[in-house]
């Protein structure tokens, strides 16, 4: 399938709103929730 010069603007348009209206209703809270106490050790500094 050959992308189009009105295909492209589409599919842009498309994506554009569909992240304009994720934003509006903001994170879904099971993707901002915070994990108590963090799920990973601290990193230290230097070699691993």
């Given at each position: ?11 842009t ?12 209703n903001g994170?879904?809270e099971?993707v901002?929730?915070?994990i108590?106490?963090g799920?990973?050790?601290?990193r230290t500094?230097g070699s691993?």
């Amino acid at each position: 399938m050959e992308l189009s010069r009105r295909l492209f603007f589409k599919s842009t348009a498309a994506g554009g709103l569909a992240l304009y209206v994720y934003g509006a209703n903001g994170m879904p809270e099971a993707v901002g929730a915070e994990i108590p106490g963090g799920s990973c050790p601290p990193r230290t500094s230097g070699s691993s």
